[in-house]
Nanobody
């Protein structure tokens, strides 16, 4: 079992920045691939970014490219999402997820995920 705990959410004005953290504990050896998702009110959960914590490869949703950066600290079993130039449409609950296989059916954002965190709220005001 792997436990994922997100933190760092909050309220910020448009154009501001936040850094989210996802701390993993338990049997983390199989969680090679770490993800950030988000879900806005009344909308589906969307993939935001992923990182392979051993190979370092990463990718982003088009909507956040150039504004968000995913990074890792393997010594702390923690993955970060640095968010800058935030927009009101970035308002959502942000979730961390993990699995062993990074790509599924040709994409990094498809398929089942093994573990999920409880989410952290990000609110961006205009």
């Amino acid at each position: 079992q792997v436990q994922l705990v997100e933190s760092g959410g909050g309220s910020v004005q448009a154009g501001g920045s936040l850094r989210l953290s996802c701390a993993a504990s338990g049997y983390t050896h199989s969680s090679y691939c770490m993800y950030w998702f988000r879900q806005a009110p009344g909308k589906e959960r969307d993939a935001v970014a992923y990182i392979n914590i051993f190979g370092g490869s990463r990718d982003y949703a088009d909507s956040v490219k150039g504004r968000f950066t995913i990074s890792q600290n393997n010594a702390k079993n923690t993955v970060y999402l640095h968010m800058s130039s935030l927009k009101p449409e970035d308002t959502a609950i942000y979730y961390c997820a993990s699995r062993t296989v990074c790509w599924y059916s040709g994409t990094w954002y498809s398929g089942p995920f093994d573990y999920w965190g409880q989410g952290t709220q990000v609110t961006v005001s205009s």
